[in-house]
């Protein structure tokens, strides 16, 4: 039987200040993309954030989809 599919998205930008996860411009987040698992999306996630490790105020997170999409999922 296959994995089971759970949705992931990677997003990241510009925080508005180091203290907080509000975004300064949010019509420049970065979209990365979706995933079918997490471990697929944490590895988009780690070569994201090292790529920007030079700049403080950006971040990377990984947003649980399928939580949103149906509460219940694991």
Do not use: C
């Not at 508005?16 to 019509?27: H, P, R, V, W, Y």
């Amino acid at each position: 039987m296959a994995d089971q599919q759970l949705l992931h998205l990677v997003i990241g930008g510009e925080m508005a200040d180091l203290a907080g996860a509000q975004f300064k411009d949010i019509k420049k987040i970065d979209l990365v993309g979706a995933y079918g698992s997490y471990a697929e999306a944490e590895k988009v996630w780690r070569e994201k954030a090292q790529s920007t490790v030079d700049n403080a105020l950006m971040r990377y997170f990984i947003i649980h989809a399928h939580k949103l999409i149906t509460p219940s999922a694991a």
